[in-house]
């Protein structure tokens, strides 16, 4: 069971840098929530699930602060360090535009990612789509077994609330930066504490060459993101050559 946590104040932001230190080989989950990457202001909520828990951060009110502020037992240890800390796994989905967002607004270089979206892509090849999955699709087609129950209600409570928070598909973003965070508002965030850890059971099942090709595709992406020519929300497509299926992971375009 996950609890989740609002930290909206700095001072708690120190202590949860402190058991984040004092584990350093817990691999944590990155999502994020707002208005839109490119827009002014437009992430409200930075998320990171961490061991049995979720915490809710708070870039929008805080901005710089809330990744220069130190561990209260360590002054060299920020949220900064923690994101480009090669040795520490981070674990999202379509990291591109939460990459590009932490490297234009702070001059943050998150290193040591995990794409879940990058392995979705490698093991399953056979989608005739030409876009890369969402999360909704990757976890839908996971070739780790039968998707149990709760994981697809978890999905289609996930999409569901997701469209009530998007100004472009006649939802609403404000509750996303009210304080303190609706209900509804935790509960669509808790959604990514149930389904990005199941997607990650098919990153530990995969041998290790494997996962290390997942590792390098991920991490290249990191790379494109902070390209001047990246451009956000591009949705990146597959390929046909010669009637076989390719898949391009260059996060610029087609």
């Not at 609403?172 to 997607?199: E, F, G, H, Q, W």
């Amino acid at each position: 069971m996950i609890r989740l946590t609002a930290l909206l104040d700095l001072e708690y932001v120190a202590h949860l840098l402190f058991w984040l230190n004092f584990h350093p080989d817990e691999c944590i989950y990155l999502s994020a929530k707002g208005r839109g990457f490119g827009e002014p202001d437009g992430v409200a909520i930075l998320q990171i699930i961490f061991l049995n828990q979720m915490f809710i951060l708070d870039p929008y009110k805080h901005g710089l602060r809330l990744f220069q502020i130190a561990s209260t037992e360590d002054p060299m240890y920020t949220l900064q360090h923690v994101l480009e800390d090669p040795r520490r796994l981070k674990i999202g989905f379509d990291v591109r535009s939460l990459s590009n967002y932490l490297y234009s607004s702070f001059g943050v270089k998150m290193t040591g990612i995990l794409d879940l979206q990058v392995l979705s892509i490698l093991q399953q090849s056979d989608i005739e789509s030409p876009f890369l999955p969402s999360l909704r699709t990757a976890v839908l087609s996971t070739k780790s077994g039968p998707v149990p129950k709760a994981i697809r209600q978890a999905v289609c409570e996930r999409t569901k609330r997701s469209k009530a928070f998007v100004d472009q598909k006649g939802g609403d973003s404000t509750p996303l930066y009210l304080r303190p965070l609706p209900r509804k508002v935790m509960l669509y965030c808790a959604n990514d504490a149930i389904l990005l850890p199941y997607l990650m059971k098919s990153y530990l099942s995969l041998a290790l060459p494997a996962q290390e090709e997942a590792l390098k595709l991920s991490n290249s992406r990191l790379l494109t993101s902070r390209q001047k020519d990246f451009v956000l929300n591009a949705p990146e497509r597959r390929l046909k050559d010669d009637g076989k299926s390719q898949t391009t992971l260059t996060a610029s375009g087609p």
